[in-house]
T-cell receptor, first 112, second 114 residues
């Protein structure tokens, strides 16, 4: 069982649709990060959230950290083909060292 | 050149070969990391170098050996690898120990062991 479970594992949608992907755990995180990885490249940091209930927006992307800091979601509005990629969440377990743990990722494909 | 640069981008090696992966960063970061990314598995931390201290994942086989001569350069020496070691090897750097403000990743080295 992974510390961070991401769902869905795969998602294929049409351009213009909205979507939400999830990152869940039974552990409390002191902070959580979201990355996007495009084919043939390394992950690129999108956002860091640290406060329970925090909401951050990055253009069409909205990130939310759960009130209990055990889960997070990423919502994309009006998806575009350029949003295609692997979305990874990564978190630090509170009071358990500073090692960053990654989820298995959600692979998103946006078709034109 | 800015960012984190990894070379080579692709590497095919036999099980008896010795090769090295190289990573360099020009961001002024003081911590560097090696990660392994295999199909259908989460990113796996292999090694961390932070402020001249090395931390390693105890599950990493001894056929992987890291070297960090200074805060800008990181190597991963490979020796007598197995086919299951084929994966994307990612280097990352961060400002501050443990990358609390986020990691900057390189593009990775795609390793195939034959």
């Amino acid at each position: 069982t992974q510390l961070l479970e991401q769902s869905p594992q795969f998602l294929s949608i049409q351009e213009g649709e909205n979507l939400t992907v999830y990152c869940n755990s039974s552990s409390v995180f002191s902070s959580l990060q979201w990355y996007r990885q495009e084919p043939g490249e390394g992950p690129v940091l999108l956002v860091t959230v640290v406060t329970g209930g925090e909401v951050k927006k990055l253009k069409r992307l909205t990130f939310q950290f759960g009130d209990a800091r055990k889960d997070s979601s990423l919502h994309i509005t009006a998806a575009q083909p350029g949003d295609t990629g692997l979305y990874l969440c990564a978190g630090r377990v509170a009071n358990a060292g500073n090692m960053l743990t990654f989820g298995g990722g959600t692979r998103l494909m946006v078709k034109p | 050149e800015t960012g984190v640069t990894q070379t080579p981008r692709h590497l095919v090696m036999g099980m008896t070969n010795k090769k090295s992966l190289k990573c360099e960063q020009h961001l002024g970061h003081n911590a560097m990391y090696w990660y392994k990314q295999s199909a259908k598995k989460p990113l796996e931390l292999m090694f961390v170098y932070s402020l001249e201290e090395r931390v390693e994942n105890n599950s990493v086989p001894s056929r992987f050996s890291p070297e960090c001569p200074n805060s800008s350069h990181l190597f991963l020496h490979l020796h007598t690898l197995q086919p299951e070691d084929s994966a994307l090897y990612l280097c990352a750097s961060s400002q501050g120990r443990w990358g609390i403000y986020g990691y900057t990743f390189g593009s990775g080295t795609r390793l195939t062991v034959v």
